[in-house]
């Protein structure tokens, strides 16, 4: 790259921006960007790339640009950002930039007929094109096809399964009645059961789907069915602040009618536990607007009254359940738990709408029933108390369980819903969540990452591996593009017996299993392995401060991610404990008998052997499934992508967006685009296809000289097109420009015909001039061969030559390498005292050296006479460089001896001056301690003084001090007599007035009987009586 040139140099907020060359270095360039002229920006040669003339300027196809380059592509999203074009083709691949607002006229019925048929290129770059393609190709070839929808959460995947799921129904759907209606009205229903709110979409997919659009023979639609994976089952119990649970709880509150709310009990009560309380309300959506879609999409898809009742009491069942409380039993001497008071109406309320008794629910909630099977009694029923937590684990487990297999109820009733016998063939629509990455990453990330490196190993490999591999076998000389192969990864997480899921399976079976202990056999199994490390290695201070034991670190493709094991155990076990599913089974509610299946437990208990229900396992015999699905049908990818963490519209983050581009492996599909043919065909299936337009005598052409003919008359450019072994490949776009010159209107047919014959007629003749070419060109090669016959020979000779002389040249050369060592000789006798024998030595070598030299040159000597002079030489300089290295070891000795003897004397002379330094030292201290006695004495003498005068003063003070205490003494003891008697005269007053009060109320109560004795008198009217009472009252 010159100086002075527009280049794209890599920026951390905008990815890349756009700057000048204005200095070159030899490994680096220094860039100044336009933008900000003073930051000066310096970098490797491969990190700064070329930019386009008119960087203002868009194309729908990437692979159109001039230089492609990642800084290009990037800014090519960017400025078809700005104008609202949210589609970009990299060759056929689609890139989908999520707008964060409704565009308009985007996805109408009359954009939806625009795209019917045309091939991609021919209209703006479109998500239905991309359907159309996969239908389109699908006809062609007879063979399924598959669309991948890729991205991080929040890059719009769902919807743009929605789009080509309404695409493919609305424009190649119309003889199926209702069943592609239902294949799209399905979606609220899945998406109400199956999504969230997360803290990067508000309509987060929490699971995966494969829907399937089957086709008959005569290709209309006859059915259709849906795959989902990996439900992320522990959000029904808690959620991070900022999240909200699935959509179903927030529906059911806000816009179930009065009635069913009251038939739910959930009318006046809005705290639930399993309900981030700030999360029931939510601005950004509209809850009961999407309860009416809800019931919309029910109807749809078919299901009664009583089966959307049966869901919304399920839902209402959980969220009650989560209400359970618990608290520690301290009646319990094992140390089991109860249910808390206040948690009474919630148990009777679960029950109820579950169809339990109330006392086998809490019964199961609060202990577990396990049966011996080793000791004395084989089969012996014991009932475990649990504990405050682990009956909380096993109400969490209960409720995520009725969760899932709720949810397996809704996509088994939805696939009731279109079905089919037996199909031709199928369009799949793969949405799942993109790879993740958070501060605490858990079991669910683990095994989301993992199916994205095993999509991302199967887009390497269609895109990239099987793409270079079809050049090669096509001979078409192309560069090959390198790529990271992450099989490595895929092995350390799912190899047998190895792998990181199998020890997870195997730690689950441990009677007392532990995270820890999981951890460390990770950690020990793949000690060295690239992809694996300690979370101590991360890059983020909260991982560094997690243990060994903690977690591990695994470098995915996209980067690394760190995740902590404490809950990988409890997530990977799928089942209840035995209790919490027998009562279940024996539920008296019919949906609940549904979803738990006797037989299923019969089953599981019908082995003596520890039966995991292993959720790894089941996910990766899931996913192996879905990869042979996508590698028996052709594919298409639909990347999309996140253009800022606020998810708001009109803001373009673009180093976010390059990080999803290197992420999603679109760099390197540029390089090989940049060299390559996405577009091609089979000779057979061009002539089959445009046979008809031309006459017979061209058409009866072999299919090869058909399509050379057909190119040489359009007059494309060969830079276009390059024909293989078997198949014709063009540039990305180019292919659609054929098909549309090729279908154009006669007279313009004409006019190709024409050019064809005259091409035919032109290839014949250069067919036979480049015989003859053919024949002179020979005759050239045998006189060329004769005139470099002779060049040959007089090389020959010279080496012989050169052989036979070759070791006088080599000896002479050897032994002039010794002149080095006579000048270190030379140099060493230099320092020496005593010098003229050892210089006569050397003199007498170098005469050696000389006569050898000559005799070398004039005489015939073989090798091992040369070898032997060369010996002697270096022998002799040898033995006069060991004598010379003695002499100086002895002068350097005698030195040492001298110095040595210098230093001894001024030591001697060093240490009389420090004993007369001693010496005075110590009489000036005996002086000074004399000093210091005499002042001790005279101070110890007025202490005494002064403290005899204290004792005195002490002496006086406490006397006085006595006789205050005395005189106080004797006035507290009046005072208390005093207060003695005046008690004693109140205690006299309480008795008398005491005695006063009974004189009174035996008076009243004398009074009153006499007054019962006259009404009685009054009543039985008896003389006698009256007597009695007169005599009773004397």
């Given at each position: ?7 794209w140099?890599?920026?951390p ?8 060359i ?15 002229p ?18 203002d300027?868009?194309?729908e ?8 380059n ?20 990299v ?10 607002r409704e ?28 359907a ?19 991205g ?15 695409y493919l ?5 119309a ?33 995966g ?5 089957h ?19 522990s959000r ?8 909200r649970?699935?959509?179903?709880f927030?529906q059911?509150?806000a ?30 959506i509209?809850?009961v ?7 919309q ?18 839902v ?22 109860l ?7 919630a ?11 109330e ?13 011996t ?7 012996t ?24 297999k709720?949810?397996d ?11 089919f ?11 799942i ?14 095994c ?18 099987e793409?270079q ?5 096509e ?15 895929i092995?350390?997480?799912e190899?047998?017996?190895t792998?990181?899921?199998?020890l ?6 441990l009677?007392?299993g ?31 401060n997690?243990?060994?034991?903690e977690g591990?670190m ?15 155990l ?5 089942a209840?404990?035995d209790?919490?599913e ?5 539920s008296?509610d ?5 979803l738990?299946?006797a ?26 499934e ?5 590698r028996?049908t ?11 963490l ?9 180093g976010q ?33 445009y046979?008809?337009?031309l006459?017979?005598k ?6 090869r000289t058909?399509c ?5 008359a359009?007059?494309m ?5 390059q024909?293989?072994?078997s198949?014709?490949?063009f ?18 047919l ?11 007629i032109c ?6 001039i ?6 002179l060109?020979?005759?050239r090669?045998?006189?060329?061969r ?18 036979r ?8 050369a050897?032994?002039?390498?010794l002149?080095?060592?006579?000048e270190q000789?030379?140099?060493?006798v230099?320092v ?11 003199v007498i ?25 060369y010996?002697?030489?270096l022998?002799?300089?040898?033995a ?5 290295k ?15 003897l ?6 001697e002379e ?6 007369e330094?001693?010496?005075r ?14 002042e ?6 007025k ?11 002490e002496?006086r003070k406490?006397?006085?001090e ?17 207060e003695?008697e005046?008690?004693?005269r109140?205690l ?12 009174l ?34």
């Open positions: 790259m010159d100086g002075g040139r527009k280049v140099a890599p920026d907020v905008n990815g890349y921006q756009l700057g000048i204005v200095d070159v270095g030899t490994d680096t360039l220094t860039v100044e960007p336009i933008h900000a003073k930051k000066l920006v310096t970098d490797s040669y491969d990190r700064i790339f070329p930019s386009e003339e008119d960087n300027k868009d194309v196809d990437n692979c159109s640009l001039m230089y492609l990642e800084a290009t592509l990037l800014n090519n999203l960017r400025i078809r950002y700005k104008k609202d074009l949210i589609y970009t083709y060759a056929n691949i689609l890139l989908a930039v999520n707008p964060y565009l308009g006229g985007l996805y109408s019925p009359e954009s939806i007929k625009r795209y019917n048929g045309k091939s991609i290129g021919v209209l703006p770059p479109h998500v239905f094109a991309i159309d393609k996969a239908y389109r190709e699908m006809k062609a070839t007879k063979m399924s096809q598959s669309i991948i929808v890729s991080e959460s929040g890059a719009g995947k769902t919807e743009s399964t929605k789009y080509i799921l309404r129904t609305v424009s190649y759907g003889s199926a009645g209702v069943i592609e209606r239902r294949i799209v009205e399905a979606n609220p229903l899945l998406e109400s059961f199956g999504n969230a709110k997360t803290m990067r979409n508000i309509n987060s997919s929490r699971f789907k494969f829907v399937e659009i086709y008959s023979d005569k290709l209309a639609i006859i059915g259709g069915f849906i795959s989902h994976y990996l439900l992320e089952k029904v119990c808690s959620q991070h602040m900022e999240e649970n699935y959509h179903i927030y059911l509150i816009g179930a009618p009065a009635q069913l709310k009251t038939a739910l009990k959930l009318d006046g009560n809005t705290k639930f536990n399993y309900l981030n309380p700030v999360s029931l309300k939510d601005p950004a509209n809850d607007e999407d309860f009416k879609q809800l019931e999409s029910m109807d749809q898809v078919g299901l009664s009254m009583e089966e959307k009742y049966n869901l919304f009491q399920m209402s069942a959980l969220l009650h359940l989560g209400n359970i409380q618990f608290e520690e039993n301290t009646a319990d001497r094992k140390g089991g738990s249910v808390s008071a206040k948690s009474k109406a148990v009777s309320i679960t029950s109820h709408l579950l169809g339990l008794n006392g086998d629910l809490t019964r199961s909630l609060t202990s577990r029933v396990m049966v099977t080793k000791g004395g009694t084989v089969g029923i014991i009932n475990v108390p649990l504990k405050k937590d682990q009956a909380t684990n096993a109400r969490d487990a209960l409720a995520k369980a009725l969760y899932v709720m949810f109820h809704i996509v088994g009733r939805v696939n009731q819903c279109f079905p016998a037996s199909s031709h063939s199928y369009i799949g629509v793969l949405d969540a993109g790879f993740e990455y958070f501060q605490v990453n858990s079991f669910e990330q683990f989301i990452n993992y199916c994205n490196e095993k999509l991302q190993q199967f887009f390497n490999q269609r895109i990239l591996k793409e591999e079809l050049y090669k076998k001979d078409l000389g192309l560069t090959e593009v390198t790529y990271i192969d992450n099989q490595d990864c092995d350390l997480i190899l047998k017996t792998g990181i899921m199998d997870l399976d195997e730690e689950c079976r009677p007392k532990s995270h820890d202990h999981f951890s460390d056999a990770v950690h020990h199994t793949h000690n060295g392995h690239f992809r694996l490390t300690v979370p101590r290695k991360s890059k983020l201070n909260y991982h560094r997690l243990r060994d034991n591990f695994i470098r995915h493709y996209a980067g690394a991610v760190c995740y902590q094991t404490a809950a990988f409890e997530k990977n076990n799928d209840l404990h209790s919490l027998q009562m279940m089974i024996q008296n019919p949906f609940v008998k549904l738990f299946p037989s299923a437990a019969k089953k599981n208990t019908g082995s003596k052997k520890l039966v995991l229900i292993s959720v790894s396992s089941k996910f990766k015999t899931q996913l192996n879905l990869m042979d699905k996508l028996e052709g594919s298409s990818f639909v990347r999309c992508l996140k253009p800022n606020k998810l708001e519209s009109h803001q373009f983050i673009g967006i390059l990080s999803q581009l290197q992420c999603a492996g679109m760099v390197s599909v540029l390089e090989l685009m940049e060299g390559g043919y996405p577009s091609r065909a089979q000779f057979a299936e061009l002539y089959q296809m046979q008809r337009y006459p017979k061209l058409a009866q052409l072999d299919p058909f050379k003919a057909l190119f040489r359009l007059g450019s060969e830079h276009d097109y024909f293989g072994m198949k014709v490949f540039r990305a776009g180019k292919f659609a420009e054929f098909d549309q010159i090729m279908k154009s209107d006669p007279d313009h004409a006019s190709l015909v024409e050019r064809v014959q005259r091409w035919l290839t014949r003749w250069k067919k036979g480049f015989g003859v070419l053919s024949v060109k020979l005759s090669k045998i006189s060329y004769a005139d470099n016959a002779i060049v040959i020979q007089k090389n020959v000779r010279m080496f012989l030559a050169k052989r002389h070759q070791p006088r040249y080599t000896g002479i050897k032994i002039k390498t002149r080095g060592r006579i000789l030379n140099s060493m230099s020496l005292k005593k010098q003229v024998q050892l210089r006569q030595k050397i070598i170098e005469t050696a050296m000389d006569g050898s030299v000559e005799k070398i040159k004039k005489e015939t000597v073989s090798k091992h006479e040369i070898e032997l002079a010996n002697d030489i022998h002799s300089c040898e006069l460089m060991g004598e010379m003695k002499r100086q070891q002895q002068e350097r000795r005698e030195e040492e001896e001298a110095e040595r210098r230093k001894l004397k001024e030591e060093r240490l009389r001056q420090i004993q330094e001693l010496e030292e110590r009489k000036r201290q005996e002086e000074e301690e004399r000093r210091r006695k005499q001790e004495e005279e101070r110890r003498l202490a005494e003084i002064e403290e005899r005068r204290r004792r005195e003063e002496e406490r006397k006085e006595e006789e205050r205490i005395q005189r106080e003494r004797e006035a507290e003891a009046e005072r208390k007599r005093r003695e005046e008690k004693d109140e006299q007053r309480k008795k008398e007035a005491e005695v006063e009060a009974a004189r109320a035996a008076e009243e109560q004398e009074r009153r009987d006499y007054e019962l004795a006259m009404r009685l008198a009054q009543v039985s009217c008896g003389t006698a009586f009256k007597s009695l009472i007169v005599s009773l009252k004397c």
